[in-house]
């Protein structure tokens, strides 16, 4: 019904930024919160950020505020992840969701829609 393909992932040097991008196919996804999650091998998936369907709304891990930014572009269906000042502890796959409901939320149990994930490598 909806599809989600994550873009702009790669290696990058500690101290550096990259923009993540997340283009949505099929159902409209602006009446629906979305998120960024993020496993690396052998950890649990961990939530990154999200924002309500408004875009008014936006809700970071502790780990990640004030380097990471998440905004979205309903008319482009998409939603996009600003990294900056990237750590090497920040190397993982990055997964983008849609929630099945507006209100921006952690829990991953409450996107209904995941992308196929995009491999982030920060190198020391």
């Known amino acids: 019904q909806v599809q989600l393909v994550e873009s702009g992932g790669g290696l990058v040097q500690a101290g550096g930024s990259l923009r993540l991008s997340c283009a949505a196919s099929?159902?409209?996804?602006?009446?629906?919160?979305t998120g960024w999650f993020r496993q690396a091998p052998g950890k649990e998936r961990e939530f990154v950020t999200s924002?309500?369907?408004?875009?008014?709304?936006?809700y970071y891990a502790d780990s990640v505020k004030g380097r990471f930014t998440i905004s979205r572009d309903n008319a482009k269906k998409t939603v996009y992840l600003q990294m900056n000042s990237l750590k090497p502890e920040d190397t993982a796959v990055y997964y983008c969701a849609a929630a099945t409901s507006a209100r921006a939320t952690d829990r991953g149990n409450e996107y209904g829609y995941w992308g196929q994930g995009t491999q982030v490598t920060v190198s020391s």
């Open positions: 924002i309500s369907a408004s875009g008014i709304t936006t």
């Open positions: 099929g159902r409209t996804i602006s009446t629906s919160a």
